[in-house]
């Protein structure tokens, strides 16, 4: 693997690590053979997104280790390293898998059901919902996905067939539930063709199973998945420091969120179809920094500048989004906390920007900061546009729009047939091959 995507540890973090040689070695052989997979998948089903490889899994295991104060970082053991980790690597693994890896997912029966305990669906039966959903996408939903407003007749599943709007559809199929794949990935290995799985080798079934539940957590409420963990803990480590990694996974993988993960140069190379892909990677190209702050060591400061309206408001529902992760957090992390006078916990608690005062910052900009839309009250606006025309009746406008079609189908077929006459006629050589309908 190019050494400069390698996932690295940070050394604090790596010395605790260490104070266990046997998960040390098997923790960098997790690294080293998932991450190959990462830096080579190229995300099939993710065309558009932004890095999701071994650069973010670094990025994001370093943060979480900021994130957590020094007493949560002095109380760590080997143990809780070793699980922080492996969940970093987890948590967005299910977005590299290949065509056949997915595929496995709904023609292998170890593999489509859930694991123990989770009262969840079989992956065939969600796919078949999804699918079928997928069918009735209404031209909002088609344009956010595919960039264009024209609806799937059906999802491809073979990998040969398989268009790109069949990639982005499957994609957000696991995107939705990419949460649960990272932690079976974790138990079962990441599928692939004709039954191969590349499995986590050497890392003891608990550990990996509390790693994979970290993961999992990524795309659940924080507070349901600590019910979890104080419900179903296995005996490898204390109930509070897994809730607490937990948090500091989620807030590190949101501050992830920086120019080169969303290079400007990937416009010069290929168009990003969809509006989701251009926003995500304008707000990620619009942020400058995003560093602790000096005089306000429970702080954490965003800067950035946005080029639009549309991406201004788009960065100031990600920083509420970010400042709700970090209360609800705290909020947790005090619930659990049975120890009297511990201490240990997150780092940050706010979040600051220079686009928390809006007035100041319209100074800077030429256009208006704020999000601005037009809203209508819809069932005064059917009773205007309905009731003065057909009364308590509204089945005369749909027959009306009926009739309408059937006399627009009509007239084309009778100018059809005139423009056939009218070119026999000047160029009967070709009418054999005239057929303008």
Not at 358 to 370: A, G, I, N
Request: hydrophobic fraction near 40%; aromatic fraction near 6%; proline fraction near 6%.
């Amino acid at each position: 693997m190019n050494k400069r995507y390698r996932i690295v540890l940070p050394v604090p973090l790596k010395k605790i690590l260490q104070q266990d040689p046997h998960l040390h070695a098997s923790v960098l052989g997790a690294l080293n053979t998932v991450g190959q997979w990462l830096d080579a998948s190229n995300m099939p089903f993710f065309p558009e997104y932004t890095e999701h490889g071994p650069a973010h899994v670094t990025s994001v295991i370093e943060t979480a280790w900021l994130c957590l104060n020094n007493a949560a970082q002095t109380a760590l053991k080997s143990v809780d390293a070793a699980i922080l980790s492996l969940a970093a690597l987890l948590h967005d693994a299910a977005m590299h898998l290949s065509e056949e890896g997915f595929l496995a997912l709904l023609e292998e029966e170890e593999l489509a059901t859930p694991l123990p305990g989770f009262k969840e669906q079989d992956w065939r039966v969600l796919w078949q919902g999804f699918s079928a959903e997928a069918l009735r996408w209404d031209e909002r939903q088609l344009l956010d996905i595919f960039g264009e407003p024209e609806p799937l007749p059906f999802i491809t599943l073979d990998p040969v067939q398989m268009t790109k709007k069949d990639r982005l559809a499957i994609g957000v199929f696991l995107r939705r539930h990419h949460h649960r794949l990272a932690h079976e990935i974790a138990m079962r290995g990441v599928p692939g063709p004709n039954g191969q799985r590349m499995k986590i080798l050497n890392v003891p079934p608990d550990i990996l199973n509390l790693a994979g539940i970290m993961a999992r957590s990524h795309g659940q409420p924080l507070r349901a998945s600590s019910d979890h963990v104080r419900e179903d803990l296995l005996q490898v480590v204390a109930a509070p420091r897994v809730v607490l990694l937990m948090a500091s996974l989620r807030i590190a993988d949101f501050l992830d969120a920086k120019p080169d993960r969303a290079p400007s140069q990937v416009t010069l190379t290929r168009r990003l179809c969809s509006p989701i892909s251009q926003q995500e990677h304008k707000v990620n190209q619009c942020i400058s920094s995003i560093s602790f702050e000096e005089d306000d060591p429970c702080a954490i400061a965003v800067r950035a500048q946005p080029p639009d309206a549309q991406t201004y408001v788009r960065m100031r529902k990600w920083l509420d989004m970010l400042q709700n992760e970090i209360d609800t957090a705290s909020a947790v992390l005090g619930e659990i906390c049975t120890h009297k006078g511990s201490t240990a916990g997150l780092r940050l608690l706010r979040v600051k920007s220079n686009l928390d005062d809006r007035e100041s910052f319209s100074q800077t900009v030429d256009y208006v900061p704020d999000e601005v839309r037009l809203t209508v009250a819809e069932s005064d606006i059917i009773q205007l546009l309905i009731k003065n025309l057909y009364g308590d009746a509204p089945e005369i406008g749909i027959r009306e729009l009926v009739q309408n079609s059937v006399d627009a189908v009509r007239e084309l077929q009778s100018l059809a047939r005139l423009y056939r006459v009218y070119f026999a006629t000047q160029h009967p050589y070709r009418e054999s091959v005239t057929n303008p309908v």
